[in-house]
Nanobody, 117 residues
């Protein structure tokens, strides 16, 4: 079992920045890919960014060049640095861990990000 706890959400003006954190209950990054997803009201949950077990990253087209996913293995923490935020980035952001060897995955509880003037 893996617990994921997100933090760092909040309210920010357009053009601002936030850094989200996702802390895992144990060291899993060598066997779990980590991803950030988001869900806006009335919309489906979508992948924002992902970092593989080997450190490779990929991003949704809508956030490329503005968001950066990274991880700190010593702290069991994955980050999402979000710059140049736009109102359309408003959503609940979730962290997910995907096993590289099974179909198992785990979700965090989510953190709200609101971008508004």
């Amino acid at each position: 079992q893996v617990q994921l706890v997100e933090s760092g959400g909040g309210s920010v003006q357009p053009g601002g920045s936030l850094r989200l954190s996702c802390v895992a209950s144990r060291n899993i990054f060598s066997i779990y890919a980590m991803g950030w997803f988001r869900q806006a009201p009335g919309k489906q949950r979508e992948l924002v960014a992902k970092i593989g077990t080997g450190g490779s990253t990929n991003y949704a087209d809508s956030v490329k060049g503005r968001f950066t996913i990274s991880r700190d293995n010593a702290k069991n923490t994955v980050y999402l640095q979000m710059n140049s935020l736009k109102p359309e980035d408003t959503a609940v952001y979730y962290c997910r861990a995907d096993s590289a060897f099974t179909q198992r995955n785990y979700w965090g509880q989510g953190t709200q990000v609101t971008v508004s003037s």
